[in-house]
């Protein structure tokens, strides 16, 4: 499979961003997917995940209450709604899939930057 994130951009604190990634090549229902995120200076971090028709969704404290992880199989899209955005979000946003223990397939990643 093949990602493509979009959604991205600046935005003030306390906006919103819909994050999106296409995925081509495979049906997406066959994957776990999740949003990662690095900012300058830091390890990657994982900020939501979820299963593979969504039942399941789990996410890192920070974002608890704020963002929510979706997808839809039919379109092949996976999305991640960030609401009251906090300058600390400020990051390159990547999404990523697995099928089995580790994700192994990557999106391009997608800047998002929150201004104070």
């Known amino acids: 499979v093949q990602l493509q994130a979009s959604g991205g951009g600046l935005v003030q604190a306390g906006g919103s961003l819909r994050l999106s990634c296409a995925a081509s090549?495979?049906?997406?229902?066959?994957?776990?997917m999740g949003w990662f995120r690095q900012a300058p200076g830091n390890d990657r971090e994982r900020v939501a995940t979820?299963?593979?028709?969504?039942?399941?969704?789990s996410y890192t404290d920070s974002v608890k209450g704020r963002f929510t992880i979706s997808r839809d199989n039919a379109k092949n899209i996976l999305y991640l709604q960030m609401n009251s955005l906090k300058p600390e979000d400020t990051a390159v946003y990547y999404c990523?899939?697995?099928?089995?223990?580790?994700?192994?397939?990557w999106g391009q990643g997608t800047q998002v930057t929150v201004s104070s």
């Open positions: 979820i299963g593979r028709y969504g039942y399941y969704t």
């Open positions: 990523a899939a697995r099928l089995g223990s580790d994700y192994d397939t």
């Open positions: 090549g495979r049906t997406l229902s066959s994957y776990f």
